[in-house]
């Protein structure tokens, strides 16, 4: 699909009627939907007196291997779980529950850290769980095109059943063609139900084994740890038949979990690699983002100096922050690395330019969305007292209809992370006592993010709570 008259003039800037009108002097008539040939677009940016470069639109988010992997070089590698369901049905308890009764069973007194991912062993094997609840994270990974998840958990509360986004995550199970495994949660609770949640579950197609059907159902309480060894078994039962396998003998590839600046340490970035093998000091380009891997952690924190295909790993060493579901690869050069994240960078703003630019999020529109429950807040200040008391008292402010959320906060000037970082997380900037830094103010134009800066603390608390009640007044 080529440029269509309404892109062009947007690129250029001029209305869409401008250039019809061009055409239609050359003879030509296009309505401001239609597609124009290469020949047409160069006549009449030559007309507007404006120069253009004929592109590809770049994805970056799927890393396609170059090679075909030969049957003797692929190995299993371990399932990626994503657990799904409605709210309060025990997700965020399934997965600590989960990682737990792993730690406990590896080694006394080990701490994990949350790096968006980690993995459990049964029987040998290994599983690998996606750390995000819910399917705003899996669709949106889906969005950049990032096919991560082999295996979906669906947890449902056997005392209250299949919910609305229950629904909507077998929907998006079912789009991205990936296998459901039910867990009906809950069964310790007086009041479950399991027999009803069943014939609920059969009637939208997901009839459980136990009843003649095909799909996988685990009864399991993330309260007790009844049924969750039985869960982890059967989900590698079901990954068995999806033949998951990969090349460990190649350069790295996979997608970006989630990658956030650390003040002291940088961009702390967590991979899952899907191919290869990642080393410490391999060079990785993820999109605009690159850099040689400093150090390379597993979810307990330990350093590791290689990670496999399935495996997800925090590195150190990235310049940028780059988006959730971003592919990434190992390149053998530095130069050509920063190449390509400049080209990647360059290509981003002319399909901004194409696109008019990104629509500006400002804090009423976020706001003023319909369901809108997470108020994503970056906050920065001149000193860590403030940032304390800002941070505190800001996220007092969550009611039940606006849950406010402080994504980051720090000591110092805005910069382009902290913006790149509003943009990542759909939020707003706020400064006390604190100015954006040029470039930051740069890219919070390009992002469309905005940032607002105050002298005094409750002045910046009133003007948010008085927006989360929809009653900010027009900015002046
Ligand atoms: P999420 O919104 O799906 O992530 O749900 P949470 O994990 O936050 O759980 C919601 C509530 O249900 C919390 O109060 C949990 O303690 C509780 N809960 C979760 N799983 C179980 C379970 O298996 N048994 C019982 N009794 N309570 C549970």
Known sequence: PGATVKDLADAA?????????????????????????????????????????????????????????????????????????????????????IRQTEVAAREAGGITQHIGAYQVESGGRKVTFIDTPGHEAFTEMRARGAKITDVVVLVVAADD??????????????????????????????????????????????????????????????????????????????????????????????????????????TVATLLLTRGTLHRGDIVLAGTSYGRVRAMMDYTGHRVEEAGPGMPVEILGLQGVPEAGTGFEVVEHERMARARAQQAEAALRRQELAQGGPTRRTLEDLLGQSGVKDLNLIVKADVAGSVEALRDALTRLSTDEVRVNIVRSGVG????????????????????????????????EREGVEIRTYGVIYQALEEIEAAMKGMLAPET
């Open 13 to 97: 800037g001029v209305p869409p009627a401008r250039v019809v009108k061009i055409l239609f002097s050359l003879g030509e008539m296009k309505t401001q939907n239609q597609t124009l040939t290469e020949e047409e677009i160069e006549l009449v940016a030559e007309e507007l007196g404006v120069r253009v470069e004929l592109t590809e639109a770049v994805d970056l988010s799927a890393p396609e291997p170059e090679v075909e992997d030969a049957p003797e070089d692929l190995i299993e590698k371990p399932p990626v779980v994503t657990v799904m369901g409605h709210v309060d049905h025990g997700k965020t308890s399934l997965l600590d529950k």
């Open 161 to 266: 059943g299949v919910m609305p986004q229950t629904e909507e995550a077998i929907e998006h199970a079912r789009a991205a063609g990936v296998p459901i495994v039910v867990a009906l949660n809950k069964i310790d609770v007086p009041n479950a139900n399991p027999d009803m949640v069943m014939g609920q579950l059969a009637e939208r197609g997901l009839t459980p084994e136990a009843w003649g059907g095909d799909t996988v159902t685990v009864p399991v309480s993330a309260k007790t740890g009844e049924g969750i060894e039985d869960l982890i078994e059967n989900i590698l039962i079901v990954a068995e038949l999806e033949e998951l396998k990969a090349n460990p003998n190649a350069p790295a590839s996979g997608y970006v979990i989630e990658s956030q600046l650390d003040p002291g340490r940088g």
């Open 413 to 444: 000037a805005i910069n382009d992370a902290d913006v790149k970082l509003g943009a990542a997380s759909e939020g707003i900037v706020l400064g006390f006592n604190v100015r954006p830094t040029a470039t930051a103010k740069q890219v919070a």
